[in-house]
């Protein structure tokens, strides 16, 4: 297959790399110092959303009186404490990239705050894998505006029909959605119910074949 001009652009956490328990562990550790304990069904509200809404919603859903910058720079340290044990790769993610790399060019569009990309991106070496990586905060509106995909589209150079995004949380979704590119929900990170806007569903990034893109990539909008 001749490589030509459409893209693949993924998430990151959730659909890069397997972030969802180092998070969980850091934000009970936050949220513990204050005497709250998030109740399950919440937890899906923090995924995928910019560093700056998750500090803002959490501390008025939760009422946390904590000075804002203090409360900030514990967050901020107790997920990096998680992320310095290590970092891993979502299952199916490398064999994905290696079907798609000669055939699609490929990107990494996340609401992770730069500071916070550029510091996994240097970890785990995300070059090797993506040929354009951005941060919501480069583009004029972050997740689960359309802009961060859009944005991303437009460095390319390639239209929303000829892209396929990957996400897994509600927020990236609609994000995705919005910018008007076919659309595939990873499940696992939020429940199922939520992932019904996408054009389609996988379990598993090792059901992502050649053949289940090109096939997407003819499909209406």
């Known amino acids: ?29 936050l949220f513990g110092e204050y005497g709250v304990e998030i109740p399950e ?11 700056k809404t998750f500090f803002d919603l959490s501390m008025e859903r939760y009422g946390i009186t904590e000075d804002r910058d203090v409360f900030i720079k514990k967050g901020r340290q107790y997920v990096f404490d998680e992320f310095k044990k290590n970092i891993p790769f979502m299952p199916g993610f490398k064999g994905l990239i290696n079907r798609i790399s000669n055939n699609f060019i ?4 996340t609401a992770s705050p730069l500071h916070t990309l550029n510091w996994i991106r ?11 990586i951005i941060s919501g905060e480069e583009a004029s509106n972050n997740k689960p505006h359309p802009a961060p995909y859009l944005e991303m589209m437009s460095r390319i150079g390639v239209n929303p029909i000829n892209t396929v995004i990957i996400e897994d949380s509600i927020l990236g979704l609609r994000s ?40 997407l990539l003819l499909e209406s909008i």
């Open 1 to 29: 297959m001749t490589r030509r001009v459409a893209a693949i652009l993924f998430d990151l956490d959730g659909v890069t790399i397997d972030t969802e328990p180092l998070y969980i562990l850091s934000e009970i550790r």
């Open 41 to 51: 069904q919440d937890w899906s509200l923090f995924r995928g959303c910019s560093e």
């Open 106 to 109: 490929t990107g990494l569009v």
């Open 122 to 132: 240097e970890k785990i070496k995300l070059d090797n894998y993506f040929e354009h």
């Open 176 to 215: 995705a959605l919005a910018s008007g590119a076919h659309i595939v929900a990873k499940s696992g990170s939020v429940p199922q119910n939520n992932l019904d806007i996408a054009h389609r569903i996988v379990y598993h990034l090792d059901e992502i074949t050649l053949e289940f893109i090109e096939d």
